[in-house]
């Protein structure tokens, strides 16, 4: 017998069904970023219809932060994207001092409605001119692109 809040039987439930589709993985520089600037893409990624994929960007350090940063990725399903391509999702991060900062790790959902090929690209754009650094090996910059199984749509409860 189960006690309050266990779980019964364990094999009721379904198993966790993520799965890595394809990584990027640069140490990358950037210096005097204002404009959208192109920072990482990530091409050939095959996705299917109706799966919640989920794509991951991990932290990144920022020098001089005295700044709103706009990090955004940009999908293309035909061809290579650029910072003229469809966007998924911005993340935002503001910082009132002038020292470096990390940016947090973020991700975006998407479905496609039906099996693609994307290429997905990292930007970022500045208030004023910044700099991103990952001069050493133990700071890439990752993207990652998950497959979280089939989308389930909208559920929960909206309070």
């Not at 020098?63 to 391509?85: H, M, N, Q």
């Amino acid at each position: 017998m189960a006690l309050a809040g266990e779980i019964a039987d364990p094999g009721q439930y379904a198993t966790d069904v993520r799965k890595l589709i394809r990584r990027a993985r640069r140490v990358t520089n950037k210096t005097s970023i204002t404009a959208e600037v192109e920072v990482l893409r990530l091409d050939g990624v095959p996705v299917k219809a109706e799966h919640l994929i989920m794509i991951e960007v991990s932290h990144y350090r920022l020098t001089a932060v005295a700044a709103e940063v706009t990090g955004r990725l940009k999908i293309s399903t035909a061809g290579t994207a650029t910072t003229a391509s469809t966007g998924l999702r911005a993340s935002l991060y503001a910082s009132t001092a002038a020292a470096a900062a990390c940016f947090p790790a973020w991700y975006a959902p998407y479905t496609p409605s039906a099996d693609e090929t994307l290429s997905i690209l990292l930007t970022l754009a500045s208030s004023s001119s910044i700099s991103m650094t990952g001069a050493d090996a133990d700071l890439p910059l990752d993207i990652l692109v998950w497959d979280m199984g089939l989308d389930t749509g909208d559920v929960g409860t909206t309070l």
